[in-house]
T-cell receptor, first 116, second 115 residues
Framework: AQKVTQAQTEISVVEKEDVTLDCVYE???????LFWYKQPPSGELVFLIR??????QNEISGRYSWNFQKSTSSFNFTITASQVVDSAVYFC?????????????FGQGTELSVKP | ETGVTQSPTHLIKTRGQQVTLRCSSQ?????VSWYQQALGQGPQFIFQ???????GRGNFPPRFSGLQFPNYSSELNVNALELDDSALYLC??????????????FGPGTRLTVL
């Protein structure tokens, strides 16, 4: 069975704090893709990153970084020096390789609130 | 390049009615996926259309149906609306490439309220 779990429902931080959003996934496939999306109040899902299961290299993009660990089936997302504009709901998602461009399985989301 | 657009933005219907939601895919994309996002939840996959054929379906009843047109735009139809159908409906388009995963680009969604 495929499943994505984001155990943190809500997180509140003060601006400039670092914050990590957790994501744990389940899949029987050996080839799969993991994603993070941001959903601001407007509702549109904004793509942040995609990783495939064979690439465990961590990635950094500006203030954002991602830690992918197959051994613990986790794909955590860290925002460094958070800003008020980072306030949104963040979703982790999984897609198996036999669904090219297809079904995304989303976690429940983590609502991040960054206070000034 | 035009992104994914959806119409209408908001919609209010009563229980038992039927509704049609529309999606125009991003230029060059031939695949459209629909998702339902209930309040406080993650999006749930409804189905996908590829070149006018249904290409995968999630755990939704037959009263959820769809179409894809030759220009790759798509409709989601929901019959016999129930209160639990109240949600944000998201459309995403993509285009299969030579290898690997093909990015899905999401539209702004249609917020459906069933009274």
């Amino acid at each position: 069975a495929q499943k994505v779990t984001q155990a943190q429902t809500e997180i509140s931080v003060v601006e400039k704090e670092d914050v990590t959003l957790d994501c744990v996934y389940e899949t029987r496939d050996t080839t799969y893709y993991l994603f993070w999306y941001k959903q601001p109040p407007s509702g549109e899902l904004v793509f942040l990153i995609r990783r495939n299961s064979f690439d465990e290299q961590n990635e950094i993009s500006g203030r954002y970084s991602w830690n992918f660990q197959k051994s613990t089936s986790s794909f955590n997302f860290t925002i460094t020096a958070s800003q008020v504009v980072d306030s949104a709901v963040y979703f982790c998602a999984l897609s198996e390789a036999n669904n090219q461009g297809g079904k995304l399985i989303f976690g429940q989301g983590t609502e991040l609130s960054v206070k000034p | 390049e035009t992104g994914v657009t959806q119409s209408p933005t908001h919609l209010i219907k009563t229980r038992g009615q039927q509704v049609t939601l529309r999606c125009s895919s991003q230029s060059g994309h031939n695949t459209v996926s629909w998702y339902q996002q209930a309040l406080g939840q993650g999006p749930q996959f409804i189905f996908q259309y590829y070149r006018e054929e249904e290409n995968g379906r999630g755990n939704f009843p037959p009263r959820f149906s769809g179409l894809q047109f030759p220009n790759y735009s798509s409709e989601l139809n929901v019959n016999a609306l129930e209160l639990d159908d109240s949600a944000l409906y998201l459309c995403a388009s993509s285009s299969p490439g030579l290898a690997g995963y093909n990015e899905q680009f999401f539209g702004p969604g249609t917020r459906l309220t069933v009274l």
